[in-house]
């Protein structure tokens, strides 16, 4: 740029000129121009810092607003933190009962919460007492299905313990039945908690036959019976009734010669436990019905006249009608696999057929029986007793008419 280019204070006195230069009028409107652009330049220069002074003076104003909210913020968290460290110093120093449960409240706290959000329509319902529900589990066949063995010996005399028969109540002396058992093979079917079905097989064992088992046998199936029982009919307190129904069917010959149609026992069995005690007292009942045919006959007539004689050698006349018994006993229990008892037993029967006397109940037996149970095992039972003799007519009390006897019990399944 030369000199003339300039303009200002500089130019003065250039040359020894006294005043400024004189300027042309395109110069001085070039000039002008200049300077209005360098007026405007300025003007925005002047504006976008105005605008910057007003943002940051926004911004100013807006971060100090900011910086407490968050600085209250970080004081709720801290105060709820330390609440929290107090209620679990508190938790750990005070007693179970009465501390308040953190994850119990939060587990209730979502309770009502779900309980809330929750839609209260019929479908919703289920869906929620569905997962309080707990499962039923399954019973298996060992549950509801047991075998039991079971078989009672009657054997000789206290006297004669060698004899192998049984003692005559009257006489003393050996009687013509041998030494016998009664066995019978039990399947066990578990219809509820208290009510039990039992197909059961019946059997005698001799020494060497007898009326029940046919002559010279030692071995003879008995009627078959289907038990029906219940284990507590009623109960109140230490006081309990079972009872039962049992069917036979009456397949052996001596039965079926005797004209014996199916044939029913009914059995009640009351029971106590006196309090605070070992004894207990318990009082079985049973009245046993032997429906026959052919009980109008008289034994001994003419064969060849129907109404008078007996038909094909079969007659119910004579044979038993009703049988009533009653056992009272009194138990003393010594440990708790062991008891020791003494039982009373009283039996009478009447019989068919009018002018012989068998319209009458008469007396079968009557014998007190002092005995043992122990429990061997859950599913193993062994009893003895002795049978003593106490009826009218009969020798009481003595050796030779008193009879030994045994039984045991094993569930097999």
Known sequence: MSKTDLIGPEDWGINGASGP?????????????????TMIRNGIAAGMTVALLAAGQTFAAQAPAKRPVAKRVATKKAVAKKATAQRVRLTNTAPAATTPNTAQKKKNAEVIQTSSAAPTSAAAIPAQTSTTTTPVAKKSFRDIFSMKYSIAVFGPAVSS????????????????????????????????DKVTLAPTLFWFLTAGGGEQVGSGQ????????????????????????????????????????????????????????????????????????????????????????????????????????????????????????????????????????????????????????????????????????????????????????????????????
């Open 161 to 192: 313990p060698l004899s192998g028969y049984q003692p005559d109540l009257e006489t003393g002396t050996n009687s013509t039945s041998q030494v016998s058992s009664e066995n019978a093979l039990a399947f066990r079917f578990k219809l509820s």
């Open 21 to 37: 230069k004189r300027w042309s009028k395109d110069r001085i409107m070039e000039k002008s121009k200049m300077k209005k652009s």
């Open 218 to 413: 030692t071995f003879g199936l008995y009627d078959p019976y289907v038990t029906l029982s219940h284990s507590a009919l009623y109960s109140a307190g230490t006081y309990n009734v079972s009872g039962y129904l049992r069917g036979y069917a009456p397949t052996a010959t001596v039965n079926q010669n005797a004209n014996l149609l199916p044939y029913f026992r009914a059995n009640l069995t009351q029971a106590y436990e006196i309090p605070n005690s070992r004894w207990s007292v318990e009082l079985p009942t049973f009245v046993q019905w032997y429906p026959r045919t052919n009980t109008s006959q008289v034994i001994g007539s003419d064969a060849a006249n129907p109404k008078k004689g007996v038909i094909d050698g079969k007659t119910g006349v004579g044979k038993d009608a009703l049988r009533l018994y009653m056992g009272p006993a009194v138990n003393y229990k010594v440990s708790d696999s062991f008891t020791a008892g003494v039982l009373f037993e009283a039996e009478a029967r009447t019989a068919y057929g009018k002018g012989t006397g068998g319209d009458t109940f008469h007396k079968e037996w009557i014998n007190l029986e002092p005995n043992v149970s122990w429990d061997v095992t859950k599913a193993l039972n062994v009893g003895l007793w002795l049978d003593f003799a106490i009826g009218k007519g009969e020798r009481r009390m003595e050796l030779d008419t008193t009879r030994i006897g045994g039984s045991l019990g094993w569930t097999i399944l």
